[in-house]
């Protein structure tokens, strides 16, 4: 079965043709990271503009480089939710003319269940039930993953996101947007512990997370140096910086694994790329007898073949739905997509 991914969350229009939600036969992307650059962040209606100039031709692309016709897709499966709105609503009336106009089923994925379903693309072995953390510019999550469909969300920040934090940070120290590379890279040329920065913990719920302290730290480090005339040792900071995120969200990581009574952990999402997270997760695994499943790099970020990956179980699970179809800014990860 040969299904067509739509992901236009954020700043990437993605489309790609995934086979029986394995196998990758095209995977185009459409990057804005240079226009939004220049900005500091992502502009929302920058990015819906330019996913309309993009779509269409990169359509046509993840066809040829698949090899397919338009005939041989069976299905269309889109990201409506979660994400920049207007981006959202670019992917998903796309999605919605091209199902109709080939007479396929259109299957609506989660952001987050797509990134989780990358793995599932690098890793044929894998299946449910496993615990999943899911970690990106917007999302903080630990999700219990008892089926391709079925998940349970246990744990995740209670105000930033850890990629957001990552941004902010690189560009406190003078970094490029995204700032999630520019920070690992600037950090592997220290060995840190020259830093104290905060770890917070949430009264009562152990599996939560704070990362809205740790920013405004790293913000006042900047600030004093600037003001007393001091040298910041911005590589130790970096280093210090991504051990802090870490230090909050390994430990949990294990912990909802223990409580969940999952012997298996998925990691998924653009910060997953951190080389001191994925280092400490390997550890932490390996102490606990847990099997480690990190994405490679290349399928950290946002993509279609991930879409179109958890299309697949969506679909088999009959979650479909009509031109009614409508993109959120927010939605929960446990929440059944189908006709909402």
Same mark, same amino acid.
């Given at each position: 079965m040969k299904i067509i991914g739509f992901e236009s969350s954020c700043d990437e229009t993605a489309v790609s043709v995934v086979e029986d939600g394995r196998k990758v036969l095209s995977d185009a992307v459409a990057s804005q990271v240079e226009i939004h650059a220049l900005y500091g962040g992502v502009v929302p209606e920058i990015a819906s503009r330019k996913h309309v100039e993009a779509i269409a031709a990169l359509t046509e692309k993840a066809l040829e480089d698949a090899g397919c016709t338009r005939g041989d897709i069976d299905a269309v499966a889109v990201t409506c939710a979660p994400?920049?709105?207007?981006?959202?609503?670019?992917?998903?009336?796309?999605?919605?003319?091209? *199902?109709?106009?080939? +007479?396929? #089923? @259109?299957?609506?994925?989660h952001h987050i269940r797509g990134h989780i379903a990358a793995n599932y693309l690098a890793f044929p072995e894998l299946e449910p039930p496993f615990l999943a953390l899911a970690i990106s510019g917007g999302n903080t999550l630990l999700i219990d993953?008892?089926?391709?469909?079925?998940?349970?969300i246990l744990g995740g920040t209670r105000d930033?996101?850890?990629?957001?934090?990552?941004?902010?940070?690189?560009?406190?120290?003078?970094?490029?947007?995204p700032g999630g590379k520019p920070m690992d890279d600037l950090g592997r040329q220290s060995a840190g512990g020259v830093y104290?920065?905060?770890? *917070?913990?949430?009264? +009562?719920? #152990? @599996?939560?997370?704070?990362?809205?302290?740790?920013k405004t730290a790293v913000v006042n480090l900047a600030h004093h140096a600037g003001q007393v005339g001091e040298e910041l040792d911005r590589a130790a900071l970096a280093r210090d910086f991504s051990q802090?995120?870490?230090?909050?969200?390994?430990?949990?990581?294990?912990?909802?694994?223990?409580?969940a009574g999952r012997k298996t952990v998925v990691a998924a999402g653009g910060v997953a790329a951190n080389s001191v997270i994925r280092a400490d997760l390997?550890?932490?695994c390996r102490k606990a007898g847990c099997k480690l499943y990190l994405p490679p790099l290349r399928l950290c970020g946002d993509n279609g073949a991930m879409i179109a990956?958890?299309?697949?179980?969506?679909?088999?699970?009959?979650?479909?739905?009509?031109?009614?179809?409508?993109?959120?800014?927010?939605?929960?990860?446990?929440?059944?997509l189908k006709n909402p």
């Amino acid at each position: 079965m040969k299904i067509i991914g739509f992901e236009s969350s954020c700043d990437e229009t993605a489309v790609s043709v995934v086979e029986d939600g394995r196998k990758v036969l095209s995977d185009a992307v459409a990057s804005q990271v240079e226009i939004h650059a220049l900005y500091g962040g992502v502009v929302p209606e920058i990015a819906s503009r330019k996913h309309v100039e993009a779509i269409a031709a990169l359509t046509e692309k993840a066809l040829e480089d698949a090899g397919c016709t338009r005939g041989d897709i069976d299905a269309v499966a889109v990201t409506c939710a979660p994400g920049l709105i207007g981006a959202v609503l670019v992917g998903v009336s796309f999605a919605k003319s091209v *199902a109709l106009g080939l +007479g396929v #089923p @259109l299957v609506p994925v989660h952001h987050i269940r797509g990134h989780i379903a990358a793995n599932y693309l690098a890793f044929p072995e894998l299946e449910p039930p496993f615990l999943a953390l899911a970690i990106s510019g917007g999302n903080t999550l630990l999700i219990d993953v008892a089926g391709y469909t079925d998940m349970r969300i246990l744990g995740g920040t209670r105000d930033d996101a850890a990629g957001e934090c990552f941004d902010k940070a690189a560009r406190v120290l003078g970094l490029s947007y995204p700032g999630g590379k520019p920070m690992d890279d600037l950090g592997r040329q220290s060995a840190g512990g020259v830093y104290q920065l905060p770890h *917070a913990q949430v009264d +009562g719920a #152990p @599996l939560d997370m704070s990362f809205s302290g740790l920013k405004t730290a790293v913000v006042n480090l900047a600030h004093h140096a600037g003001q007393v005339g001091e040298e910041l040792d911005r590589a130790a900071l970096a280093r210090d910086f991504s051990q802090a995120v870490s230090d909050t969200l390994v430990p949990r990581t294990m912990e909802a694994a223990r409580l969940a009574g999952r012997k298996t952990v998925v990691a998924a999402g653009g910060v997953a790329a951190n080389s001191v997270i994925r280092a400490d997760l390997e550890r932490a695994c390996r102490k606990a007898g847990c099997k480690l499943y990190l994405p490679p790099l290349r399928l950290c970020g946002d993509n279609g073949a991930m879409i179109a990956a958890q299309g697949y179980y969506e679909f088999l699970a009959g979650h479909t739905a009509g031109m009614e179809l409508n993109a959120y800014a927010t939605r929960d990860i446990a929440e059944e997509l189908k006709n909402p």
